[in-house]
């Protein structure tokens, strides 16, 4: 065990909780440490004459790692951004990786080498977790993310309820900011009107002024709250192209009450509704809040780009608030287990991709959906195993590294390097699988409000003999990847073993419930 010395010249709690992360992870490390360490922000450095000048220059997140002879300065643009820097010296001088949540660290003191400045690709890189009050696998998530430069958490106002005594401590001890919002509309005004309406009537004034009395209140909570993101309720409206203009007015409402938080509203097709998602021909957007542009039923399997009516919308909504110098988000369902179900695909590449489009359609904000796996009625002993929360962290990992802006090739090599001597395999396996599985979103728009593992809720559809060829290929490709039987899941490779073959019963029992639809 090493024991080092480090001095902080901030006390902010994540510069004092970054000093007591060093000790943990540096105290794992059976090499003896030579350095010592000098943590703090730049404008600490400067005052103290340890540095002459601002390097970082209002970079996001950004952070410094140099070397002054046997001193390590970790240099932060903000406190948040000297803990990111903890946590990547912990990986450049130790070897740490944090991939999975079961993943074993190859530690070992491998030197400093160059110093590094590094700074995030994208602004707001968040993780939206809407009705899941598990705070085992919330802690979890936090302490991930933060490992990996996420600076949101996201969370419906009905979860915050739940949650907030036992997470809030952990967020801000990390620097992160809290977006509260969500589809919370009808659990802030159940106890204010008495409208059994399914959606929110935004012309309504009776019971504006008391909902954002009760907004006001919770962003009086703590400071980590930074951002209301409060959207109507997740339900499709029908010839009302004025429903997204009253929605509007009432988020810019709710602003001038609290306007030392950011405000968005979303732009979202719930129950594909494209007047909630489209701007309209005669209108702009907001001038004093900002966008979330959330479109609902892509195919993952081919790019963005081609979704051409959502394409065109998402363009029009750039133009707008760009023009209004409002900023504009993009809401994605990477780690969506509504949308993908128990047939979730990683989606690497796509990730990748998307990050280089709304980069350069100069996006520099983007949060991930997590959705919980629920099984369905009578479950197999499969679905009862299947670990959804060690699934969607594939894509959350890819996620967060490329929203920070990691190399693609770098976070891929991370990434499989928990596999050991089974990388090669395990990376055909799941390449394979992303061109496969990613197709199963194309079915969320023609059969919706079901998908293709609904069988049961579908009466009649004219694709049938689409939906089983589609189901017949996928299960030929995948079944000759299929790994090693697993009775437990351990370690990363035997959750891949488990997770393809789950995939490939899945298929079958689809194949069989689609055919028997058919007949």
């Known amino acids: 065990m090493s024991v080092i010395q480090c001095t902080i010249l901030n006390d902010e709690i994540p510069i004092k909780f ?32 340890l540095i002459d000048q601002s390097t970082l220059e209002g970079g996001t997140d950004a952070f410094q790692l140099l070397e002054k002879e046997s001193e390590i300065y970790v240099i932060g643009s903000n406190p948040r951004s000297v803990l990111f820097g903890i946590y990547h010296a912990c990986k450049k001088l130790f070897g740490y990786k944090w ?54 958490l996201f969370f419906t106002i009905m979860l915050w309820d739940k949650v907030k005594h036992t997470v809030a401590d952990e967020i801000k001890k990390r620097g992160l900011t809290i977006t509260l919002g969500g589809h919370s509309m009808h659990y802030l005004i159940k106890d204010i009107s008495h409208s059994k309406s399914k959606q929110v009537d935004f012309t309504d004034d009776g019971w504006k002024s008391l909902m954002i009395s009760k907004i006001k209140g919770y962003c009086e909570e703590t400071d980590s709250i930074k951002r209301l993101s409060l959207w109507p309720a997740d339900i499709g409206i029908k010839d009302n192209q004025d ?50 542009y959330a479109f609902w039923g892509r195919n993952y399997n ?24 409002r900023q504009l988000a993009v809401f994605e369902y990477y780690s969506d287990h509504f949308m993908f179900g128990d047939l979730f695909p990683p989606l690497f590449h796509r990730i990748r991709e998307d990050m280089e489009l709304y980069s350069g359609m100069g996006i520099e904000h983007i949060v991930n959906l997590i959705v919980p796996y629920f099984p369905k009625e009578n479950p197999m002993e499969m679905d009862d195993q299947y670990p959804w929360k060690l699934m969607q962290l594939m894509n959350s990992y890819f996620f967060a590294r490329l929203a920070w802006g990691d190399p693609y090739e770098v976070v891929e090599e991370d ?43 579908v009466e009649m559809h004219d694709d049938f003999h689409l939906i089983i060829k589609d189901i017949k290929q996928w299960k030929s490709d995948i079944d000759p990847l299929k790994l090693n039987d697993v009775n437990e899941i351990t370690d990363p490779y035997s959750l891949v073993a488990f997770y393809i073959n789950y995939i490939s019963e899945k298929l079958g029992e689809y194949l069989c419930k689609w055919e028997e639809k058919a007949d």
């Open 18 to 49: 970054a000093k007591e992360e060093l000790n943990k992870y540096a105290g794992q490390v059976q090499h003896p440490i030579t350095y010592s360490f000098v943590l703090g922000l730049e404008e600490d450095f400067i005052r103290k004459g």
């Open 99 to 152: 991939v999975s949540f079961i993943s074993d660290e190859n530690i070992e003191w491998k030197g400093f080498g160059a110093p590094e400045i590094k700074s995030g690709k994208m602004k707001r890189r968040g993780l939206v977790v809407e009705n899941y009050d598990d705070t085992t696998f919330l802690l979890q998530l936090i302490d991930w993310a933060a490992k990996h430069k996420i600076n949101e």
């Open 243 to 292: 429903f997204l203009t009253h929605y509007i007015e009432f988020i810019e409402q709710i602003h001038k009450h609290i306007p030392d938080i950011q405000v968005e509203h979303i732009a979202y097709n719930a129950g594909l509704s494209w007047e909630m998602l489209e701007l309209q021909d005669e209108s702009a957007s907001s001038k004093t809040v900002d966008t979330l």
């Open 302 to 325: 081919q790019s963005f780009k081609k979704e051409d009516r959502a394409y065109k919308a998402f363009q029009k909504w750039c133009d707008s608030t760009k023009a209004n110098q």
């Open 415 to 457: 990434f499989y390097s928990i596999f050991e001597n089974h990388q090669t395999e395990v990376k055909q396996a799941l390449n394979k699988l992303e061109g496969l599985l990613s197709e199963v979103s194309k079915w969320n728009v023609p059969l919706f409000p079901s998908r293709l593992i609904d069988p049961e809720k």
